[in-house]
C-alpha cells in the first residue's frame, strides 16, 4: 500500500495562505497521495495544536508568523539554518513522533537571485527594508552570499536594536547597521535591495511602497531589487524597479523554493516548481 501524506501549514492568521496550492501541487507533480491544511493556531493554542498534529498522523508541516521562534521550545533537533538564526519554518515528524525543525527561507530567498548578481554583490553592499521575523533569514541569506555590509532600516529604530544585536553577534564578520527611514534618501553605492516589511501587500497598504521612487533612481545601474511580498506578484516597489530599469524578484518566489525544500524534507522528493508556481498564480489571479 502506498503512503498517502498528511501535511499543514500553522500560523495566525492564516486566510490568505497559498501553501495548500503550493504544495498539492508538489505532490501531483511526484504522483504522491497526500493533502495540505490550512491549520489557523492562535499563539495560546500552539502546544494542543502541536500534540493534534501529533495524534492525527501528519508527516509534516510549515510554521509561520507568529510562531517561527516559539516552535524552537519543542524540537528534538535542528538543521544548521535553523540553529543558526533561531527560525523554523519546516517540521518533520519522524515515526516516533519527534519533532525535526528547518528553517527553508534562507534556500528559498538565495535561490531565485541569478548567479551573476550572486557576484556582483559579493563584498558589497546591501540595504534590508525592516527588521522583523523575516530578517534573520534574508540576512543569514546575505551573509551566505557574501555582502559585506548589511544596513537595516526600521521605522522604529529603539524596538528594533535588540534584532539587529543578535544579528552582529551571528554574524561578526559583515558590518551591520541600523538606520532610521527618516534617513533613507539615497541607495547609491548599494549593490541589493531587500524589503522584508509588509507594505504593499494586499489589504496593508496595498499600492504603496515602502521605498521612494527618487531613492530607487539613485540605485546603481547595476543593482537589485528583491521583494518578498508575494500578493500582489508585482508589487508598488517592482513596478519602481521596473521604471527604473532595475532588474528584481518578486516575493513569489522566495516563497515557492521554500516551498520545494520543504517538500523534500518531507518526502525526500524533489517537486516541480514551475508546477507549483503555476498553481500559485492560478490562485492568486
Not at 493556531?41 to 508527516?59: D, S
Not at 544548521?80 to 527560525?87: F, K, P, Q, V
Not at 563584498?123 to 552570499?145: E, F, H, K, P, Y
Not at 509588509?198 to 545601474?221: Q, R, W, Y
Amino acid at each position: 500500500m502506498s503512503q498517502v501524506y498528511k501535511f499543514a501549514v500553522i500560523g495566525y492568521p492564516l486566510s490568505h495562505s497559498l501553501s495548500k496550492v503550493i504544495h498539492e501541487a508538489a505532490l501531483k507533480s511526484c504522483n504522491l497521495e497526500g493533502s495540505y491544511d490550512i491549520l489557523p493556531t492562535e499563539p495560546e493554542n500552539l502546544v494542543h495544536r502541536i500534540k493534534r498534529l501529533k495524534v492525527e498522523g501528519y508527516n509534516g508541516f510549515n510554521v509561520t508568523i507568529p510562531h517561527k521562534v516559539p516552535i524552537t521550545l519543542f524540537l528534538s533537533k535542528f538543521d544548521t539554518n535553523a540553529d543558526l538564526i533561531g527560525s523554523v519554518n519546516t517540521v518533520k515528524i519522524t515515526e516516533d513522533k519527534n519533532l525535526e525543525g528547518s528553517n527553508t527561507d534562507i534556500y528559498g530567498f538565495v535561490k531565485p537571485i541569478p548567479d551573476d548578481v550572486k557576484e556582483n554583490i559579493r563584498d558589497r553592499n546591501a540595504v534590508v527594508l525592516g527588521t522583523g521575523g523575516a530578517a534573520r533569514a534574508i540576512c543569514a541569506g546575505l551573509v551566505s552570499l557574501g555582502v559585506s555590509t548589511i544596513t537595516f532600516y526600521s521605522r522604529n529604530v529603539i524596538d528594533s536594536h535588540a534584532h539587529v544585536e543578535i544579528l552582529r553577534q551571528k554574524f561578526p564578520k559583515v558590518k551591520i547597521e541600523l538606520k532610521p527611514y527618516t534617513l533613507l534618501d539615497t541607495l547609491k553605492g548599494q549593490k541589493i535591495l531587500v524589503n522584508t516589511t509588509p507594505v504593499g501587500m494586499k489589504n496593508f497598504l496595498e499600492g504603496v511602497s515602502p521605498v521612494d521612487f527618487e531613492a530607487i533612481k539613485t540605485l546603481d545601474d547595476d543593482a537589485f531589487v528583491y521583494d518578498i511580498v508575494y500578493n500582489p506578484v508585482k508589487t508598488r516597489l517592482i513596478k519602481y524597479a521596473q521604471d527604473c530599469n532595475k532588474r528584481y524578484v518578486g516575493g513569489l518566489d522566495m516563497l515557492v523554493y521554500q516551498a520545494q525544500k520543504a517538500f523534500e524534507i518531507w518526502t525526500g522528493q524533489v517537486p516541480d516548481v514551475a508546477a507549483m508556481k503555476i498553481a500559485a498564480l492560478e490562485s492568486l489571479a
